[in-house]
């Protein structure tokens, strides 16, 4: 199983601040590496999949990068709407597997 | 626009049995994989299935195996997880997904299973 470990566990930055989130991947997995957003009560919401596709309807401020076993997750001016959990996910094998996430909380 | 609706949860004993649904609507189901995801309360994602578009294939997360089975009706725009012998750590909100190769785009808003004596 391949395992996927998000780093920080918790970020507390303010609004206009720039985040970045890793994802670090226990094997090559090259570039089926997507980022989802989750607010409490809600579903995931698709941010980025092929490590560095935004989805649509998803704004510009998103961008990730990275290839093999290092991803990231860059949000560059955070709005009030950004602050969440964060998961990354792989689908390279089975069995698909998700980070435990990154929190985003207001400073 | 794609829709996904859940529907099936309860609130269910050990060793008991659930049959989760996914009504699907806004897009050609038929030629989508779908998936299954779950979230414990208070705890992240967990993939626990998926199922190709024409049912040929099905791959499940270890610990639902011999356990669960994803099945799909195309003509029926649908998807279904009968789920058997049920624990408490199954205990969870299930997501069904939309998958385009490689990624989930469409999520539903996701169904409630309680596994408690």
């Known amino acids: 199983e391949i395992v996927l470990t998000q780093s920080p566990a918790t970020l507390s930055l303010s609004p206009g601040e720039r985040a970045t989130l890793s994802c670090r991947v226990s094997q090559n997995i090259n570039n089926y590496l997507t980022w989802y957003q989750q607010k409490p009560g809600q579903a995931p919401r698709l941010l980025i999949h092929?490590?560095?596709n935004r989805a649509t309807g998803i704004p510009a401020r998103f961008s990730g990068s990275g290839s093999g076993t290092d991803f990231t997750l860059t949000i560059s001016s955070l709005e009030p709407e950004d602050f969440a959990v964060y998961y990354c996910q792989q689908r390279s094998t089975w069995p698909i597997t998700f980070g435990q996430g990154t929190r985003l909380e207001i400073k | 626009e794609a829709q996904l609706v859940e529907s099936g949860g309860d609130l269910v004993q050990p060793g008991g049995s659930l049959r989760l649904s996914c009504a699907a609507s806004g897009f050609t189901f038929s030629s989508h994989w779908m998936s299954w995801v779950r979230q414990a309360p208070g705890r992240g994602l967990e993939w626990v299935a998926s199922?190709?578009?024409?049912?040929?294939?099905?791959n499940y997360v270890d610990s639902v195996k011999g356990r669960f089975t994803i099945s799909r009706d195309n003509a029926k725009n649908s998807m279904h997880l009968q789920m058997d012998s049920l624990r408490v750590e199954d205990t969870a909100v299930y997501f069904c997904a939309r998958d385009p190769p490689r990624y989930s785009d469409y999520w539903g808003q996701g169904t409630l299973v309680t596994v408690s004596p």
């Open positions: 199922i190709s578009d024409s049912a040929n294939e099905k």
């Open positions: 092929a490590a560095s």
